[in-house]
């Protein structure tokens, strides 16, 4: 029976289920970087990004035509928000605002580039 129990399979460094399944373990730690994923386009923007060192909001949506200024808008403000993504703002007439990858956001690329190789490899649609 404790081979089906999945959080015993986990690595961790003592044993408690509490660094798997409590407020600050795996689980949560994993739900936290899916929650800040969320959403249709944030993952495009994402690997655009990581091609791009910087891109307009225009260029996003040529790139991207079923996008709207409305939904791209919220879902930079959000990656903002989570760290991922910064803005420049180069306060001039007519506005120029570029978006670029953080830190934060070029050292999840490689988890996101491994996941799209784990798909490639092992996941069939």
């Known amino acids: 029976m404790n081979?089906?129990?999945?959080?015993?399979?986990?690595?961790?460094?003592?044993?408690?289920?509490?660094?798997?399944?409590?407020?600050?373990?795996?689980?949560?730690?994993?739900?936290?970087?899916?929650?800040?994923?969320?959403?249709?386009?944030?993952?495009q923007i994402l690997f655009r990004l990581f091609a791009e060192p910087s891109m307009r909001s225009s260029q996003f949506l040529r790139d991207m035509p079923a996008l709207t200024q409305k939904v791209l808008t919220q879902q930079l403000r959000d990656l903002e928000a989570d760290g991922l993504v910064e803005r420049?703002?180069?306060?001039?007439?007519?506005?120029?605002?570029?978006?670029?990858?953080?830190?934060?956001?070029?050292?999840?690329?490689?988890?996101?580039l491994a996941a799209r190789e784990f798909s490639r490899h092992h996941l069939r649609s």
């Open 88 to 112: 420049h703002d180069f306060s001039v007439q007519p506005p120029h605002v570029e978006y670029r990858l953080t830190d934060l956001g070029q050292a999840l690329m490689p988890v996101l």
């Open 3 to 43: 081979e089906a129990i999945t959080h015993l399979k986990v690595p961790i460094e003592h044993d408690e289920r509490t660094t798997c399944l409590g407020p600050d373990g795996s689980v949560a730690h994993v739900g936290r970087v899916l929650q800040a994923l969320k959403g249709r386009w944030k993952l």
